[in-house]
């Protein structure tokens, strides 16, 4: 018979060694727990040939902001930092109309960066970081089939045997992506509330090569410190900027403009007629092989709540909430979910050894803080689902128009009269202290994309209502200018006419 004080380490079992499901395994190993993280392809390990393959299903690279580096930051510092060695800053939006003409639109006044990273590198590094943490197993090609969760085990396809095993668990993370095995179970035990949504449009991605000079050297077709936007109303092209000099390039169109595109000629020379110097730059002969070899990729946005099941279970990541890609939030918000779940464990004190003595009370402080997880986290990941889908208006057509400029011209005027001076690595520490986000509603005046991406101190929930209200200013304002040059123009015109008849 064990003895009551005797302890041991509890055990997780993180499904999915995708970004989110890394920095979940890398954080609960910080906190002592004995950590197993199962991913089902092998494609994931570096090792591995097949795995820059894989990393390829989806866009070659993606943005990451603040609220992202500030996650990684709070678990391991030192490893935010040298992993951003690698990203490329882009300081702003550069607008491509189809005149030729640029336009460029800086993302903050302080100049602040979104940073342009490459998937592969992302996993890759990740995948390193846990393999070299002494408190993780990482098991690839086991793919979980089925979660018990009143007896706490999971049984898996083990792709190097071909057989089934099982494993068990204290606590089991569902870091498995949008098509998550780990939710579908879940959903047999939990009152779950899901909501999935196909939105109308696809995306295929192009590669922009580099430039060569007369003496060799790769120079980037594009200013790199850019990201690329070719607006066209009911689509877009945008590119972002790789370390190798060749920009990653994607056409977002409705499913019905691409059906229509169905023969190599007809798609050459619709691309050619909207964007011509795009064109230049990628070369028919690759946009063409692109567009004849690369997918057409759906885009999926789903919603669930609550995220956890009593003291044992909790989804994060694309697993619980995937999002439209156009406020490049999705990763963000993925490893922001591990930034929040590690604050509530620390509020609630949970402990990563027990012993008979503490079993109970331990699970009842893990089941605290998987509740205020879910409790605290849906009305942000609501907040932040909504942000990014009306962004797509406002990056595929918005942005040129006058009414969006002077609105834009108006916010930044405001926020430049209102706002406080401040550097951004003061949020970022902020974030690394033991609280959710900062207390109060931001001060002064913030246009929303700053408060999106370079503001982690600051709920999405937040962002949201803070937006509303200023939005509702800033309309007000708007018509109170258009009644006073109505105004002014109907006196002018009066005075006009009075004296061209006296
Ligand atoms: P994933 O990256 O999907 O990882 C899940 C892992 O689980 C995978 O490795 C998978 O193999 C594994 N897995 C799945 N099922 C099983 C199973 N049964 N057993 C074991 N393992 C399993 N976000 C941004 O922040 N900025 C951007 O600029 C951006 N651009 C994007 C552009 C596009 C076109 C798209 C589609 C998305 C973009 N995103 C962006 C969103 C971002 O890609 C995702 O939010 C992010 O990859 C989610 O990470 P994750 O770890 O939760 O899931």
């Not at 005149?99 to 590198?121: F, T, V």
């Not at 071909?162 to 949008?178: E, L, M, N, P, Y």
């Not at 696809?202 to 980037?220: C, R, T, V, W």
């Not at 108006?410 to 949020?427: G, I």
Request: net charge positive.
């Amino acid at each position: 018979m064990s003895s009551p004080n005797i302890s041991r380490k509890r055990r997780a079992a993180v499904i999915g060694a995708g970004p989110v499901g890394c920095l979940a395994a890398l954080m609960l190993a910080k906190r002592g727990w004995e950590v197993s993280l199962y991913e089902g392809r092998s494609a994931l390990d570096p090792r591995s040939s097949l795995f820059k393959s894989a990393a390829k299903q989806r866009s070659i690279n993606l943005a990451i902001s603040h609220r992202g580096i500030a996650a990684m930051h709070a678990i391991d510092g030192s490893m935010a930092q040298r992993f951003m060695q690698t990203a490329i800053p882009m300081k702003g939006r550069m607008i491509h109309h189809l005149d030729g003409k640029l336009y460029s639109q800086l993302y903050d006044r302080d100049g602040q960066c979104i940073n342009s990273i490459d998937r592969a590198l992302l996993n890759e590094y990740f995948v390193d970081q846990v393999s070299a943490s002494e408190n993780i197993r990482v098991f690839f090609r086991h793919k979980v089939q089925t979660v018990d969760f009143e007896s706490k085990n999971i049984t898996f396809e083990n792709m190097n045997t071909s057989r089934k095993t099982t494993a068990s668990f204290d606590f089991c993370v569902g870091a498995d992506g949008s098509y998550s095995v780990v939710r579908r179970q879940l959903m047999r035990v939990v009152r779950m509330d899901y909501q999935q949504e196909y939105i109308k449009h696809e995306y295929i991605e192009f590669k922009m090569p580099a430039s060569q000079d007369n003496e060799g050297h790769l120079n980037f077709a594009l200013d790199p410190s850019h990201l690329h936007i070719w607006p066209r109303r009911s689509y877009m092209f945008i590119a972002l900027p790789n370390q190798d000099h060749t920009f990653t390039c994607t056409l977002f169109a409705p499913s019905e403009e691409l059906d229509r595109l169905d023969t190599q000629n007809i798609f050459l020379n619709w691309f050619k007629s909207n964007f011509p110097d795009a064109l230049l730059a990628i070369g028919e002969k690759n946009l063409i092989n692109d567009y004849t070899h690369n997918p057409r990729s759906p885009l999926i946005c789903t919603k669930s709540n609550p995220y956890h099941y009593k003291d044992r279970a909790i989804l994060l990541g694309d697993a619980a909430h995937s999002m439209v890609p156009f406020y490049g939030q999705g990763l963000n918000c993925g490893l922001e979910d591990v930034r929040i779940l590690d604050v509530l464990l620390s509020q609630e004190s949970v402990m990563s050894t027990v012993s008979e003595r503490t079993v109970d009370r331990e699970d009842e402080r893990l089941m605290r803080a998987l509740s205020r997880y879910s409790q605290e986290r849906h009305k942000d990941l609501l907040a932040i689902a909504e942000l990014a889908m009306a962004n797509y208006v406002e990056m595929r057509h918005l942005v040129t128009t006058p009414i969006y400029l002077a609105r834009k011209a108006l916010d930044n005027l405001l926020y430049t009269l209102s706002s406080p001076q401040y550097r951004s690595l003061s949020y970022l520490n902020m974030v690394l202290s033991s609280e959710l986000y900062a207390e109060n509603e931001p001060k002064g005046w913030l246009p929303l994309y700053t408060l999106v991406t370079f503001r982690p101190d600051v709920r999405y929930d937040t962002v949201r209502r803070t937006v509303a209200r200023q939005s509702a200013i800033l309309t007000g304002v708007g018509y109170v200018g258009a009644a006073v040059l109505l105004g002014v123009a109907g006196v002018w015109m009066s005075y006009a006419t009075r004296s061209r008849y006296r």
